[in-house]
């Protein structure tokens, strides 16, 4: 299985303040199809995961611009520029290069 | 509007399988594959497998040790999961999500909650 590590693990952010959250994989997820299957997920307290972004930097509907991802191979980033008190929850990066594996986790909480 | 709908709580004792269904509506069920993802206490999510609703192909999760089968109903619109063999550790929330064919897993069922209790 491909690895996936997250950091930080717990991120307090005042509201209005950008945050960032870091995710490394075990290899490469770039596929011979020329993308790279990484993805970010925002699972809300009490509710199911919701998908925030997609092949690494594409937003999925109705997703904010304030949330951003970047990255490329092993290392990738989804910033967010002004957190919202709405923006509370575990943010996973996801993996399907390879079956499919899923980061730690990083419990955003406002200060 | 799209949406995934599973079915309700099951508490079940050591050694016995259950059985979860993932029931969808506004699409067209057989365009896309269905994975199933759980999440123990505590716990990050934990990819299980999938099933092409198209063509009834299932890939699973060699974690399992071959006790997840997932199928299909496609006059229902429905994917199932069974896990067998139950382990006190396999108490966790039991998702089912669509795959959005290369966007994704864009969207996800509600989440069923499976308790393994003596």
């Known amino acids: 299985d491909i690895v996936m590590t997250q950091s930080p693990l717990s991120l307090p952010v005042t509201p209005g303040e950008p945050a960032s959250i870091s995710c490394r994989s075990g290899?490469?997820?770039?596929?011979?199809?020329?993308?790279?299957?990484l993805g970010w997920y925002l699972q809300k307290p009490g509710q199911s995961p919701q998908l925030l972004i997609y092949?690494?930097?594409n937003r999925a509907s109705g997703v904010p611009d304030r949330f951003s991802g970047s990255g490329s191979g092993t290392d990738f980033t989804l910033k967010i520029s002004r957190v919202e008190a709405e923006d509370v929850g575990v943010y996973y990066c996801?993996?399907?290069?390879?079956?499919?594996?899923f980061g730690q986790g990083t419990r955003l909480e406002i200060k | 509007q799209v949406q995934l709908v599973q079915s309700g709580t099951e508490v079940k004792k050591p050694g016995a399988s259950v059985k979860v269904s993932c029931t969808a509506s506004?699409?067209?069920?057989?365009?896309?594959?269905v994975h199933w993802v759980r999440q123990a206490p505590g716990q990050r999510l934990e990819w299980m497998g999938w099933?092409?609703?198209?063509?009834?192909?299932?890939q699973s999760s060699q974690n399992f040790q071959g006790r997840v089968t997932i199928t299909t109903d496609t006059s229902a619109s429905t994917a199932y999961m069974e896990l067998s063999s139950l382990r006190f550790e396999d108490t966790a929330i039991y998702y089912c999500?669509?795959?959005?064919?290369?966007?994704?897993?864009?969207?996800w069922g509600q989440g069923t909650m499976v308790t393994v209790s003596s």
């Open positions: 092949l690494v930097s």
């Open positions: 999500a669509r795959d959005s064919n290369m966007a994704g897993l864009d969207i």
């Open positions: 099933v092409d609703a198209g063509n009834g192909n299932t």
């Open positions: 996801m993996q399907s290069q390879q079956s499919i594996t």
């Open positions: 506004g699409y067209t069920f057989t365009s896309h594959v």
């Open positions: 290899q490469s997820l770039l596929n011979s199809n020329g993308y790279t299957h």
